[in-house]
């Protein structure tokens, strides 16, 4: 069995997945199985999650070879373990990814998945009219904006703090996993919309201080434990957006907009270190992945400028 430490690192995991990313049951269960395999491989070769080197994801690879599965499903594991130690750098439980380098058996990397910038058009403009009041309309046209000029994690969009917005900032400053910072831009749709988000928070807060109520810290309030709209709350609203802006909720996730965020830089022509910034991936080799949107471009390019290029 699994230590303490080992099985708290999946169930954590696990959760994260299926509040930033919408994972599926079965997906989550499948991550499940896998880590839990490879915890309890460790625990019998007398190390932990926590403990366990590059030499030991690659004994426990063999360990499945031997096993006689799949490359595919081979490829899955290793895919899991290499999320969960990207999870766990990200929360500074580790200073580093034992499985990042490693290659697994054939299996192509998956790409994220991610919208065109017409379909993201679609979704801003179904956040302004979802809203059954004029604040929460409000509210979900700062989310929607903030997130596609941001590109935050769902965690750093929800909890920030009312403080880091007040006085229409160009760029605000953010706290991600394991208690990094980083400065991100704002684009003039988002400023124009936390204006406006802003203007009626005022107000509220106004209104709630002559009642003698407390006010939030949070630039989106929430009934959750810590003050804030809730991972869950926001996930579900997305959902809703998707179905009003005609486009299938299964396509789409705050993780997928902050997909399309990196996707549309780099195909306008984003340098790859800065995408790395904004994000606040630790290893460009992370970001690397958006690579795969410059190849129609690059092919667009060949056909259209080559000077041997055919026309018509």
Not at 57 to 70: I, K, N, P, R, T
Not at 226 to 239: A, P
Request: proline content about 4%.
């Amino acid at each position: 069995m699994p230590d303490a430490e080992s099985s708290r690192w999946i169930s954590t995991f696990l959760d994260a997945c299926a509040a930033d990313q919408g994972a599926a049951r079965n997906t989550l269960l499948a991550y499940g199985r896998d880590l839990m395999d490879f915890a309890d491989w460790l625990g019998r070769k007398g190390h932990t999650l926590a403990g366990a080197d590059r030499l030991a994801v690659e004994a426990y690879l063999v360990h499945c070879d031997a096993q006689g599965l799949s490359k595919a499903t081979r490829a899955r594991r290793l895919s899991s373990i290499r999320q969960l130690y990207r999870f766990a750098f990200d929360e500074g439980w580790r200073a580093d990814n034992p499985a990042l380098r490693l290659s697994g058996p054939g299996k192509a990397q998956a790409l994220p998945k991610t919208l065109t910038e017409a379909e993201v058009t679609r979704l801003l403009e179904a956040a302004r009219r979802r809203g059954r009041s004029p604040a929460e309309r409000l509210r979900d046209t700062a989310l929607f904006e903030l997130l596609y000029a941001t590109g935050l994690r769902v965690t750093e969009l929800v909890s920030l703090p009312l403080a880091a917005v007040r006085g229409d900032p160009r760029m605000i400053l953010i706290r991600g996993k394991g208690g990094k910072e980083r400065m991100v831009p704002l684009s003039t749709p988002a400023r124009a919309a936390l204006a406006e988000w802003l203007d009626h928070r005022t107000a509220e807060d106004e209104a709630a201080r002559q009642a003698g109520r407390a006010t939030s810290r949070h630039l989106f309030p929430g009934e959750g434990r810590d003050g804030h709209l809730t991972r869950q709350h926001f996930h579900s609203l997305v959902k809703d957006v998707a179905v009003l802006a005609g486009i299938s909720p299964s396509r789409v996730t705050p993780h997928v907009l902050r997909h399309a965020f990196a996707t549309h830089l780099l195909a306008h022509g984003a340098d790859l270190r800065v995408i790395q910034t904004l994000l606040g991936h630790a290893d460009v080799a992370t970001t690397e992945i958006y690579t795969h949107v410059l190849d129609d471009h690059l092919k667009d390019l060949v056909l259209t400028k080559h000077p041997l290029a055919r026309k018509g």
